[in-house]
Nanobody, 124 residues
Framework: QVQLVESGGGLVQPGGSLRLSCAASGFSLDYYAIGWFRQAPGKEREGVSCIRGSDSRTFSADSVKGRFTISREDAKNTVYLQMNSLKPEDTAVYYC?????????????????WGQGTQVTVSS
């Protein structure tokens, strides 16, 4: 059974950092692309970062380049999103998702499996 479980969200002050985790079970990260998406209240879902399973190549949206870093730890079958220099506009529910086509995409419909989400709130 394929399952994704996010953790690591919380409340942080502007300029602070958080590391989100996406623990995968039921499949190997080698055969999927894992994307991080976020959705703020009243806004559309937005692709944030993605890591390709075949070669670990990473992609990031312009809004987070230089601040967010996606990585994977194969021994734990886990993907991380390190978020630095957080801004209030980064406040959202963050989701990880798995795409069996191994292609990083900002289109959520290309991802077959989703986690339950973790709330990130950036506020003073």
């Amino acid at each position: 059974q394929v399952q994704l479980v996010e953790s690591g969200g919380g409340l942080v002050q502007p300029g602070g950092s958080l590391r989100l985790s996406c623990a995968a079970s039921g499949f190997s990260l080698d055969y999927y692309a894992i994307g991080w998406f976020r959705q703020a209240p009243g806004k559309e879902r937005e692709g944030v970062s993605c890591i390709r399973g075949s070669d670990s190549r990473t992609f990031s949206a312009d809004s987070v380049k230089g601040r967010f870093t996606i990585s994977r730890e194969d021994a734990k079958n886990t993907v991380y999103l390190q978020m630095n220099s957080l801004k209030p506009e980064d406040t959202a529910v963050y989701y990880c998702a798995a795409n069996p086509a191994l292609r990083c995409s900002w289109y959520g419909w290309e991802y077959d499996y989703w986690g339950q989400g973790t709330q990130v709130t950036v506020s003073s």
